[in-house]
């Protein structure tokens, strides 16, 4: 979705203010940031800048979109011809994506316009947010596997097809090895995984039947789903019995996938079976509302099981599906604002700032400091045109496993302020409670 129409209304309430008032073209900048992490993860990971980038170079209103505003009676000709004509014109940094990423850090920093800087607080939050959320709980899901394949079978159950779009892709980011959402497969370069349902098996009078079907026209690429019926008593001998039969052709069975029942004993039988019977090299895949903590209690009982296929869990981030992210001017005018409140925790630092990664915690700090440290924010769109390349998904997926490895143990990594931020914040605080009223 990149209409320009996918905003909040008080975003264009403000804007229609900022115009009366002469100051949509004054310069700001704005951080977009998270306070805290979901729930059932140990680690975030920042995702959703590909998209961002997309939105911004295609940002326009259409005429449609024009008439459609025009209708409701609440702007004048002046702000709307404005929106006629708006393109983004700003600049953007932002911490690569795939970086292991902590609260409060600028995940992405935009300077523009106020008037589109306002307006597109809603598509960066809803991109970046959710996309960052479903690769978090991606990347503990995955996690817990041990480095075993994590396949997502998600779409279904996303949110609408563009929740399953974008959870597929934060979903690889994160780490799973391939995906059933055929487009997006096709959209992102990815792997594609699947078989068949139970309304395959079903459709045909005798289970063999189905699997020899099945493996007629897929022999080199034959998993086949044995617990419609009977796992034991019939999925698994009929398996088999296929399995002999595709190896007097030339060909080997790929393996069994189980979807209900107890699957730490099942696939200790079904090992079993598959081995004596000369097929060790099938693989077991086991699915069905698995998610993290299943999947962790399995691999600790050292079930044999080669594969696992995730759907709900992931693509719903059911352990937590909230994701605090937040946009907040931080400089108007290219002098420094900030927010106070009487919540702990929802105060916001100053002026533009920049994060540095050193090898025990990470340092926020005005951009103009010069601190040891990798600078995680970059310049990836000048003038409203992409300053980098598209990222194949499957290097993002790398960054993502090279960064967690590197952080470690997220609880024992510090995030700091320098004195200058704070001395910053301190002052402006100051400034500012001498303003309010009492």
């Known amino acids: 979705m990149a209409d320009a129409l996918f905003t909040d209304f008080y975003e264009l309430t403000m804007m229609a203010g900022y115009h009366a008032a002469g100051r949509l073209e004054e310069q700001a900048t704005f951080d977009l940031f998270f306070r805290r992490k979901p729930g059932g993860v140990d680690k ?24 459609f505003l025009r209708g409701l009676a609440r702007f004048d000709d002046g702000f709307l011809d404005w929106l006629a004509d708006l393109r983004f014109t700003g600049e953007v940094w932002a911490i690569p994506e795939g970086t292991i990423v902590f609260g409060d850090e600028p995940l992405v920093r935009v300077t523009a316009p106020l008037g589109q800087g306002q307006l597109i607080e809603t598509a960066l939050i809803n991109r970046v947010a959710y996309s960052s959320l479903i690769a978090s709980h991606a990347l503990e899901i995955t996690g817990a596997a041990r480095g075993k394949p ?8 996303a949110h609408g097809p563009d929740g399953a779009m974008t959870a597929t892709r934060a979903s690889m980011i994160g780490g799973c090895t391939a995906t059933s959402n055929v487009e997006a497969a096709r959209r992102y370069g990815l792997p594609l995984s699947g078989t068949q349902a139970h309304s395959w098996i079903m459709s045909w009078e005798l289970e063999l039947d189905a699997f020899r079907a099945y493996a007629e026209t897929f022999p080199d690429d034959c998993v086949l789903l044995i617990d419609t019926y009977d ?25 069994v996938r189980l979807d209900s029942g107890d699957l730490e004993a099942l696939s200790r039988t079904v090992r079993a079976e598959l081995d004596g019977a000369g097929f060790a090299d099938a693989k077991v895949i086991v699915s069905g509302d698995l998610d993290g903590p299943a999947i962790r209690a399995l691999e600790a009982e050292r079930a044999p099981i080669d594969a696992y296929g995730v759907g709900t869990a992931l693509v719903t981030a059911q352990a937590d599906p909230a994701f605090s992210g937040v946009y907040k001017l931080a400089t108007m005018g290219g002098q420094p604002v900030m927010k106070l409140s009487s919540t702990p925790g929802k105060a916001t630092d100053p002026g533009r700032k920049q994060v540095w990664r050193t090898a025990t915690g990470d340092v926020i700090g005005l951009d103009t ?15 409203g045109e992409r300053l980098t390349t598209r990222e194949p998904v ?6 993502c496993q090279e960064s967690a490895a590197a952080i470690g143990d997220a609880g ?9 931020l704070r001395s910053l914040g301190s002052e402006l605080a100051a400034h500012l409670r001498r303003g309010i009223p009492g």
Do not use: M
């Not at 975030?44 to 008439?67: H, M, N, Q």
């Open 231 to 255: 796992t034991l008593g019939s999925g698994l001998p009929n398996a088999i019995q296929v399995a002999k039969e595709l190896d007097s052709r030339g060909y080997r069975l790929g393996g």
């Open 44 to 67: 975030v990971v920042c995702a959703g800048l590909e998209p961002v980038l997309d939105y911004l170079e295609s940002l326009e209103f259409t005429p449609d979109e024009i008439a």
């Open 412 to 420: 024992r990594w510090s995030v700091t302020r320098t004195p200058a």
């Open 150 to 157: 994590v396949l997502e079978f998600g779409a279904r159950r």
């Open 369 to 383: 400091e010069d601190h040891v440290g990798e600078p995680l924010l970059r310049p990836v769109l000048a003038d």
């Open 394 to 399: 499957t290097a993002t997926a790398r960054r």
